[in-house]
């Protein structure tokens, strides 16, 4: 779930593997957590066997669509517009 989470993150940011490793462990020291990071080979490599959500902001008509993204207890989730 971790680097699901991660990966998700880079997805969202269009993050190369380096600066999602980065990113995931600022926030993980901004929290005060003392939890290991996975690092960018680690997140490359499962990125080829993870079902990771592929953000398409721009619509058939060549319009821009918002993309939602959703942070609850239950973990991380993307939607686009009207979902």
Do not use: K, W
């Not at 993980?28 to 680690?42: C, E, K, W, Y």
């Not at 079902?51 to 939607?79: F, K, M, Q, S, Y």
């Amino acid at each position: 779930m971790a680097i699901l989470t991660a990966l998700t993150l880079r997805a969202v940011f269009r993050l190369a593997y380096p600066q999602t490793e980065g990113l995931i462990g600022s926030i993980t020291s901004l929290f005060g957590l003392m939890l290991r990071v996975r690092d960018h080979t680690t997140l490359s490599r499962r990125s080829a066997t993870l079902a990771v959500p592929r953000l398409n902001p721009a619509a058939a008509d060549g319009n821009v669509r918002p993309i939602h993204l959703l942070v609850d207890n239950t973990g991380l989730r993307l939607c686009g517009a009207g979902e």
